[in-house]
């Protein structure tokens, strides 16, 4: 294996019946080395922070409502007074552009950009759309799903952690089931 | 709760998408029926684009009609499935996971069906595009950028894309278990598409988590919006029985009440329909039953007020306006029934718990409100344009026609189509919030009492 072979990062999923089994992988998987991101528990229910000893997600979701807000209202005011401007409309001596009436839509163009800018920042904090990774269909039956990312060269010593934790199955990246770590040669 | 979901995971991924994957012989019997329905709808509208607004019963002074009342009602119906579900997830009330999704799939098509209304109203839709986006800029004629007409486009607009957006952020999860679940290669491409490859990792969930609140919270004020500007389309009107500065919350008000019955309603349908006995419960109808009470007393409170106001200044065309709602044949008798439909009956029966959990009685209760608030927005519209005045020359009264009645009942079941075919492609009971609360759930014993106890994510 080659210097380059042995720095490439794949993945690896155990599965578990237990939350405890996967609970006790993901501290398996610390202890020999693994952490940050590089371990991701799978699961087709939502669980409580924490359940898993797993690291608390950072994210900035907050921010995009702000952001869609002020875009949406700058949206809305060069719309309508724009609109107001542009058509030649007799207003018999009263403002060109009246706020009182066009303060509804503004407020609408407001929390349109909101709503807009919080789903893309749903999906952005999300990490989708992404080209499926490393899972299997059992995960939807209850099946809890420990992933890891390791370089080649560690590749035996996550498949060890996951495998001591009572994994049902360890899969690599192309779903293919991996030879037990002790019958490996 | 008295009576919580209890069911496995097993089962729950099963009952809850049975009727994704499978094909009773009834839904292609109801489907087929309300296809006629809406065809004749379309066939009514097709006519109506051929002679005009004379296929309805339209007479001068009097050109709003079905078609208003009914966008009034479908708007009102379309609020509380959001609120419903809005309002719950905002409070964590753990009864709200099997609710929520049926309210908003139901907030959806009904909006849908309440947009097409006032193109309807118009008689010539292609007008109705020019009305707002003035295209034909030769001809020099322009609309008002500033009418409250162009409020309730940007409005709803808004409400439905918000709506549209929040309902599918909410079902990655669930495309996700119907990607891992369907057999047919076809339906796993579909659903491994919309689910935009949803996994289900840690921080997927979180993130789920806070949009559902963060939706939540952006959604109900454009709600509240929504509705409000819907009631000035009327309230900023000079029509006696019309401007009142109360309208906006009573309004509002009166589509929680009409929504909420809408909701269960739905979920007592849903109930045997879609084989979902494990999943609504006594419990959750009875829960929406003692909220109804609330709203509907609330509702009342406004409708008395809306009324204490028109007779408060003793100005002649407001005393006369509901001098003709109360006191006129037929209004009298629309009103009684109204009254009694809208709040006497319902409430009256609510007030026992035995009524409240008794999915027949709910389910006659909940449709009664909505005939009665349907009425109620029949006689807000109709008496207050009746009214003849010093310039009034031709006068005859409104009465609706065979074409307007077929434009209700296909609407109707626009809305019913809609909700059958969303439920039959995907599903229409959150998963995943639902085995979530099954994983949360825990019994505690008080002296000789078991209580649930429930942990919820902060």
Same mark, same amino acid.
């Given at each position: 294996?080659?210097?380059?072979?042995?720095?490439?990062?794949?993945?690896?999923?155990? @599965?578990? *019946?237990?939350?405890?089994?996967?609970?006790?992988?993901? !501290?398996?998987?610390?202890?020999?080395?693994?952490?940050?991101?590089?371990?991701?528990?799978?699961?087709?229910?939502?669980?409580?922070?924490?359940?898993?000893?797993?690291?608390?997600?950072?994210?900035?979701?907050?921010?995009?409502?702000?952001?869609?807000?002020?875009?949406? @209202?700058?949206?809305?005011?060069?719309?309508?007074?724009?609109?107001?401007?542009?058509?030649?409309?007799?207003?018999?001596?009263?403002?060109?552009?009246?706020?009182?009436?066009?303060?509804?839509? @503004?407020?609408?163009?407001?929390?349109?950009?909101?709503?807009?800018?919080? +789903? @893309?920042?749903?999906?952005?904090?999300?990490?989708?759309?992404?080209?499926?990774?490393?899972?299997?269909?059992?995960?939807?039956?209850?099946?809890?799903? +420990? !992933? +890891?990312?390791?370089?080649?060269?560690?590749?035996?010593?996550?498949?060890?952690?996951?495998?001591?934790? *009572?994994?049902?199955?360890?899969?690599?990246?192309?779903? !293919?089931?991996?030879?037990?770590?002790?019958?490996?040669? | 709760?008295?009576?919580?979901?209890?069911?496995?995971?097993?089962?729950?991924?099963?009952?809850?998408?049975?009727?994704?994957?499978?094909?009773?012989?009834?839904?292609?019997?109801?489907?087929?029926?309300?296809?006629?329905?809406?065809?004749?709808?379309?066939?009514?509208?097709?006519?109506?684009?051929?002679?005009?607004?004379?296929?309805?019963?339209?007479?001068?002074?009097?050109?709003?009609?079905?078609?208003?009342?009914?966008?009034?009602?479908?708007?009102?119906?379309?609020?509380?499935?959001?609120?419903?579900?809005?309002?719950?997830?905002?409070?964590?009330?753990?009864?709200?996971?099997?609710?929520?999704?049926?309210?908003?799939?139901?907030?959806?098509?009904?909006?849908?069906?309440?947009?097409?209304?006032?193109?309807?109203?118009?008689?010539?839709?292609?007008?109705?595009?020019?009305?707002?986006?003035?295209? /034909?800029?030769?001809?020099?004629?322009?609309?008002?950028?500033?009418?409250?007409?162009?409020?309730?486009?940007?409005?709803?607009?808004?409400?439905?894309?918000?709506?549209?957006?929040?309902?599918?952020?909410?079902?990655?999860?669930?495309?996700?278990?119907?990607?891992?679940?369907?057999?047919?290669?076809?339906?796993?491409?579909?659903?491994?598409?919309?689910?935009?490859?949803?996994?289900?990792?840690?921080?997927?969930?979180?993130?789920?988590?806070?949009?559902?609140?963060?939706?939540?919270?952006?959604?109900? &004020?454009?709600?509240?919006?929504?509705?409000?500007?819907?009631?000035? /389309?009327?309230?900023?009107?000079?029509?006696?029985?019309?401007?009142?500065?109360?309208?906006?919350?009573?309004?509002?008000?009166?589509?929680?009440?009409?929504?909420?019955?809408?909701?269960?309603?739905?979920?007592?349908?849903?109930?045997?329909?879609?084989?979902?006995?494990?999943?609504?419960?006594? /419990?959750?109808?009875?829960?929406?039953?003692?909220?109804?009470?609330?709203?509907?007393?609330?509702?009342?409170?406004?409708?008395?007020?809306?009324?204490?106001?028109?007779?408060?200044?003793?100005?002649?065309?407001?005393?006369?306006?509901?001098?003709?709602?109360?006191?006129?044949? &037929?209004?009298?008798?629309?009103?009684?029934?109204?009254?009694?439909?809208?709040?006497?009956?319902?409430?009256?029966?609510?007030?026992?718990?035995?009524?409240?959990?008794?999915?027949?009685?709910?389910?006659?209760?909940?449709?009664?409100?909505?005939?009665?608030?349907?009425?109620?927005?029949?006689?807000?519209?109709?008496?207050?344009?009746?009214?003849?005045?010093?310039?009034?020359?031709?006068?005859? /009264?409104?009465?609706?026609?065979?074409?307007?009645?077929?434009?209700?009942?296909?609407?109707?079941?626009?809305?019913?189509?809609?909700?059958?075919?969303?439920?039959?492609?995907?599903?229409?009971?959150?998963?995943?919030?639902?085995?979530?609360?099954?994983?949360?759930?825990?019994?505690?014993?008080?002296?000789?009492?078991?209580?649930?106890?429930?942990?919820?994510?902060?």
């Amino acid at each position: 294996m080659s210097a380059r072979d042995s720095d490439r990062k794949r993945e690896l999923l155990g @599965l578990y *019946n237990e939350p405890d089994d996967a609970a006790d992988a993901v !501290s398996r998987l610390r202890g020999a080395g693994f952490g940050g991101t590089d371990i991701e528990i799978i699961s087709a229910t939502p669980y409580p922070e924490g359940a898993f000893g797993e690291q608390h997600a950072k994210h900035r979701l907050f921010a995009f409502p702000f952001a869609g807000a002020a875009c949406g @209202l700058a949206v809305a005011i060069a719309w309508h007074i724009g609109a107001q401007i542009a058509l030649p409309i007799v207003t018999g001596g009263k403002p060109i552009v009246a706020v009182p009436a066009i303060i509804q839509v @503004l407020y609408e163009g407001t929390m349109l950009g909101a709503v807009l800018f919080t +789903v @893309l920042g749903v999906l952005f904090e999300s990490r989708l759309p992404d080209g499926i990774g490393v899972y299997d269909d059992r995960i939807a039956d209850g099946l809890i799903g +420990v !992933s +890891v990312m390791a370089r080649e060269r560690r590749i035996p010593d996550a498949q060890i952690a996951l495998e001591e934790a *009572n994994a049902v199955d360890v899969l690599n990246k192309d779903g !293919s089931l991996m030879r037990p770590a002790a019958a490996s040669p | 709760m008295q009576e919580p979901v209890t069911v496995d995971r097993e089962t729950a991924n099963r009952e809850l998408l049975d009727f994704v994957f499978a094909w009773p012989k009834w839904f292609f019997a109801t489907t087929g029926l309300l296809g006629a329905v809406i065809t004749l709808g379309l066939i009514i509208f097709l006519l109506l684009m051929i002679f005009g607004l004379q296929l309805f019963g339209y007479a001068h002074p009097v050109y709003w009609g079905f078609p208003v009342v009914n966008f009034v009602f479908w708007i009102g119906v379309s609020h509380a499935g959001i609120m419903v579900s809005a309002i719950l997830r905002l409070a964590q009330a753990e009864w709200r996971r099997p609710v929520t999704r049926a309210a908003e799939v139901l907030t959806i098509f009904s909006l849908m069906t309440a947009m097409t209304f006032p193109i309807i109203h118009s008689g010539r839709p292609w007008r109705t595009l020019y009305w707002e986006f003035p295209y /034909d800029w030769m001809r020099g004629i322009w609309p008002n950028p500033r009418s409250p007409l162009v409020w309730d486009p940007a409005a709803i607009f808004t409400y439905l894309t918000s709506t549209v957006m929040f309902v599918y952020i909410a079902l990655l999860p669930d495309l996700a278990l119907a990607r891992d679940r369907v057999k047919n290669p076809i339906g796993k491409a579909v659903y491994g598409v919309l689910s935009l490859g949803f996994r289900g990792t840690t921080r997927q969930w979180r993130i789920q988590a806070i949009a559902g609140i963060l939706l939540s919270a952006l959604i109900l &004020p454009i709600f509240v919006s929504v509705h409000s500007i819907v009631s000035w /389309d009327f309230a900023v009107t000079i029509i006696p029985g019309w401007h009142n500065t109360v309208f906006a919350p009573y309004f509002v008000i009166g589509a929680v009440h009409s929504g909420v019955s809408a909701v269960v309603t739905v979920m007592i349908i849903m109930r045997y329909a879609f084989g979902l006995k494990n999943f609504i419960t006594k /419990d959750h109808i009875d829960s929406l039953a003692r909220l109804l009470i609330i709203v509907a007393t609330v509702w009342l409170f406004f409708f008395m007020l809306d009324f204490m106001f028109g007779l408060y200044g003793t100005e002649p065309a407001e005393v006369d306006t509901w001098q003709r709602r109360l006191m006129e044949p &037929p209004w009298t008798a629309i009103a009684i029934i109204f009254i009694i439909t809208g709040y006497i009956i319902p409430v009256g029966a609510w007030l026992f718990r035995r009524v409240r959990r008794n999915f027949f009685l709910m389910f006659v209760t909940t449709i009664l409100v909505n005939i009665g608030m349907w009425l109620e927005r029949y006689m807000i519209v109709i008496p207050g344009l009746e009214r003849k005045s010093n310039l009034t020359f031709q006068y005859g /009264d409104y009465l609706p026609s065979a074409a307007e009645f077929g434009i209700i009942a296909a609407q109707l079941a626009l809305v019913i189509a809609g909700f059958l075919v969303f439920s039959k492609l995907l599903p229409i009971m959150p998963a995943a919030d639902i085995k979530e609360g099954q994983i949360l759930r825990d019994e505690i014993k008080v002296g000789r009492a078991r209580v649930p106890a429930t942990m919820r994510e902060a």
